[in-house]
């Protein structure tokens, strides 16, 4: 009796295990994103999430790259070099993280090949043929979306989509304004927003894909290399725990079929997910804007 009890007990947690909700971290803007805090440095704010990284068990975690910044602050290299040190992969973000819908699909894709020599430097063995398109900014045309999506096939690469987000680039200035402060009062309130901000946002998101696919698909997360995402990512991860999600990486999300389907509207913004659901005429659950409380804080 003891035994079959022990295998039932056994057989429940595997089931809750295979229907745990997966998502997989994403970070753009590499080697440098938002304002610098007092007291740190690009390159411990990486190792800071690298180490949250490892602690946690997390899987290949991909970043995206600016190359840009390297013209500006040759120093942040290092953030690059740490990152696939810690056998992080690293994916296109542009060079110059140029808004698609403002220029060209020609001008749009040398940007993307400008920032492939660094790429190939610093990304080590990994698949760097991921593009995240910055702003999540498709094109305002649908020929020039459909000619990227053309290009990026002929170039052997991904679309890193996303289809989680809750704006953490939002709360990087605010947190340099409380460090610069002293303001610990400030800092707590930043911290209860941000976790309050990504909780707020995993019902709707799950809502939404219930929606427009009838259930849920493994998740992308857009999150930032700035100095807050730190600074909170390891209560971050809990957080996500807590509801029930496991981590799988980029790659393993986006081998689910609903990454293969192309809305093929345009101006084309947002998340894959929510282009599908303007396509079909399908209401986009609000989320709650945070811009004005975080404007407020440590002001």
């Avoid at 429940?12 to 805090?37: E, K, M, N, W, Y």
């Avoid at 992969?89 to 698609?100: K, M, Q, R, Y």
């Avoid at 990087?172 to 460090?179: G, I, K």
Wanted: negative net charge; charged residues 20%.
């Amino acid at each position: 009796m003891r035994l079959r009890a022990t295998l039932l007990v056994l057989a429940v947690t595997l089931a809750a295990r295979g229907h745990a909700q997966q998502i997989a971290f994403t970070f753009d803007d590499l080697p440098s994103h938002g304002p610098l805090p007092a007291g740190d440095t690009r390159l411990q704010i990486a190792q800071s999430i690298l180490a949250t990284l490892k602690q946690q068990h997390m899987p290949p975690t991909y970043g995206f790259v600016n190359g840009i910044h390297l013209t500006t602050d040759p120093s942040s290299a290092e953030v690059l070099k740490a990152w696939t040190a810690a056998g992080q992969p690293l994916g296109n973000h542009t060079f110059a993280h140029v808004d698609l819908n403002s220029i060209t699909a020609e001008a749009f894709e040398q940007d993307i090949e400008k920032n492939e020599p660094i790429l190939k430097q610093y990304a080590g063995n990994s698949d760097w043929h991921w593009l995240r398109f910055p702003f999540l900014h498709e094109g305002d045309t649908r020929e020039k979306r459909r000619a990227i999506r053309s290009w990026l096939s002929a170039h052997n690469y991904k679309i890193a989509e996303v289809n989680m987000s809750f704006g953490d680039y939002l709360w990087n200035p605010p947190y340099a304004r409380c460090v610069a402060k002293h303001d610990d009062a400030g800092i707590r309130q930043l911290h209860d927003l941000y976790l309050a901000a990504a909780d707020d946002a995993i019902a709707p998101t799950r809502a939404l894909s219930k929606e427009v696919y009838g259930r849920d698909i493994p998740y992308v997360l857009l999150m930032h290399i700035g100095a807050f995402d730190a600074h909170m990512l390891p209560e971050l991860i809990a957080l996500y725990r807590s509801r029930g999600f496991t981590f799988v990486s980029l790659p393993e999300a986006e081998r689910y079929p609903a990454y293969s389907d192309d809305a093929d509207i345009a101006p084309a913004g947002g998340t894959e997910l929510d282009q599908l659901a303007i396509k079909r005429k399908l209401p986009i659950p609000p989320q709650h804007n945070y811009s004005r409380q975080l404007d407020a804080i440590c002001q």
